[in-house]
């Protein structure tokens, strides 16, 4: 099963090569002679659209999910990728935002015990083991475990400790927040992209009480790296944002022509601590971003627990689809 | 608020102890009381005059810091102290907003315009205009073209050495680079590395590449569905400032020829009309078209003219008057020449719609 939102793009890649390997999509495909049927089916569809029935009885349990077009065993799926479910979503009929709330939430508990049940296999896994291994705090105390090099970071909304992280990185600190959300100032969509301090920031110290940050020294780099790994796989796409203003602190301005992607070779230790920090937080799935500093010397910086790859795929031509395709077939065929 | 040399300093301990103390505490509280955004800066500074104006010692400058990408501004009190030296006060009031939401940028800062969700910078941009295609499409539509063709080209296959030397060439002849050197002035002129250049002339191929073949994909289809926009025509036509009135096309190539046109022979016919060209006198200056046009490239006048038929005289669309006659037209094949026409034509109205649909958003503040 993919779930995701219509018109996800990754999914349409994955999508693809799931047919290039004899699978069918449910409801659009013909079936071939003993192909693998591919649900597409989205959370948010539930409970407005879709049905789901758990039952108990007779010492027997039945998990089904009636999309509003088919109706699915849920026990017979194999493999789950969480791809970009937009999360569920009451009907249009429920208006009052207290009931929709309500709904939601009624929807989200238990689609994760129905979801607990299934004996398949999960990219990159569960909701709950997405929401826990995308913790900055917990990942990057799993990486230095693992032996991963990592700046050093301050994770805090202490006031006073801005100064001394500014001191402590020389005057060539950063700033990230410790999860992405949505915000407005003066009604229009802001983001909080890595924040170069200067001692402009520090004047205005007081506001860290109102939230944690995440502090660390500003890395230097040779390149930047997105490590894709996909169950065993890794796969390296190094960015090279030297010769953009814009993206030459933060990647994610996307300033392309100014941007170099490439494939990446990963010393061997390296990828292999990258696909053990993977497992370690318990997902099948995640990209790593690191940073090669000019001495060569490989830093890990966060992990993202269903983070982008359309873009190395595209840029970089790193075949992530189909890395997710095999894993997901090869949970078919055992 | 500048210094006076006639005004003798005074010093700290001449002072009441008080005052330079209350000026700061003074200058603290202007600091917090001050707008914090770009639209309160006129009323910021204004502030700040009063406030120098009751604090003459402190030769009190305010500087503002506007933020990039962001609504919101800092301030400085620059003040002199009383032994010498300057003291810079900043005072951020506790507003209750979160330090990296206080530092973050609007969501589209540096970039230009969004289509379809791809974002736009300002250098890309800047970039994108460098090779304009000179067609008559404003810079904003151009803008917006390539956003879409890149987008629609880019599926990650690389481009081949042939179609980059062919794109480079092109690049180059057109702007008259002819060797190593004029290259790399101009790359110096623009501001650009040998690896942006490659990344650059990429891009172009790219565009290209999906141009081309998106052209060979629509051409077939779009000539079967408009075979008419396809008939080779041949046709003559006279534009100019006056009307030029004749019966017939002998009689239009009469009047050509008396002004120095392709069919000098004879001259114009007796047309009574006023502002006309008549008589055998001379018509003035005018612009005559021999030749042969695809249908849908002629003067709308004449498109579909049967012929013989003179036409006209009719408003010409760049201002005067057009006067023209269809003189043979050839049915459409699916020749070379006739599909490469119906690829740009078919490729032109693709593009015109997908621009139609697009979602184009301009960030201008």
Known sequence: MIMSARGDGAAERVLAALRRRGAHLVGADEPAAGGTPVLWWDNGDYPGRSRVTATFAGGERRLVLDTGGRTVDLSRITAVWRSRPSGPRAAAAVTDPSHRAHARLQAEVMLDGVWSLLDARWLPGRRADELRAHNKVFHLARAVELGFTVPDTTYTNDPAALAEAYEAAHGRLVAKQIASDRFEVDGVQHRAYTTVVTRRHLTSRHRVRHEPVVLQPYVPKAVELRVIVVGERVLAAEIDASGSRAARDDWRHYDNDRVRYAPHALPADVARRCARLVADVGLTYAALDLIVTPGGEYVFLELNSNGAWGFVELWAGLPVSDAIADWLMDGEEQ | ?365
């Open chain 2, 1 to 365: 608020m500048t210094d006076s040399p006639e005004t003798p300093r005074p010093r700290a301990e001449d002072l009441p102890p008080e005052s330079f103390g209350a000026a700061l505490a003074s200058g603290a509280e202007l600091l917090r009381s001050l707008p914090r955004r770009r639209s309160g800066v006129a009323g910021a500074r204004r502030a700040a005059d009063a406030w120098a104006a009751r604090h003459p010692d402190a030769h009190a400058q305010l500087v503002v810091d506007q933020r990039p990408g962001s609504p919101v501004v800092d301030y400085d009190l620059l003040l002199d102290h009383p032994d010498g030296g300057t003291i810079a006060l900043s005072a951020p009031p506790e507003d209750g907003v979160p330090w990296l939401i206080d530092h973050s940028t609007h969501w589209a800062a540096g970039h230009l315009v969004s289509v379809d969700g791809v974002h736009v910078s300002v250098p890309q941009a800047l970039t994108m205009l460098r090779s304009l295609s000179g067609r008559d499409a404003s810079p904003y539509q151009e803008i917006v073209d390539q956003c879409l063709l890149a987008a629609a080209g880019d599926d990650g296959s690389p481009v081949g050495a042939a179609d980059l030397q062919a794109t480079a060439d092109a690049f180059r002849r057109g702007r008259g680079l002819r060797d190593r050197a004029s290259t790399l002035a101009w790359m110096a002129a623009a501001g650009m590395s040998g690896e942006q250049f490659e990344a650059y002339i990429e891009g172009i191929a790219r565009r290209r590449r999906f141009r081309k073949e998106k052209e060979a994909e629509l051409a077939p289809g779009h000539l079967a569905a408009n075979p008419g926009d396809f008939a080779r025509v041949r046709a003559v036509w006279v534009t100019g400032g006056e009307k030029v009135v004749v019966g017939d096309v002998a009689e239009l190539f009469g009047a050509l020829g008396s002004a120095g046109g392709p069919g000098a022979a004879g001259g114009l016919g007796s047309a009574d009309v006023p502002g006309s060209v008549g008589g055998c006198g001379p018509v003035g200056d005018v612009v005559v078209t021999v030749g042969v046009r695809w249908e849908s490239d002629l003067p709308e006048a004449l498109r579909g003219a049967p012929p013989g038929q003179v036409i006209g005289p009719e408003k010409a669309p760049g201002g005067g008057f057009l006067t023209g006659a269809v003189l043979s037209r050839t049915p459409a094949v699916a020749d070379a020449a006739t599909l490469e026409a119906a690829g740009r034509a078919a490729f032109a109205a693709w593009l015109a719609e997908r621009r139609a649909a697009a979602t184009v958003e301009w960030h201008w503040s």
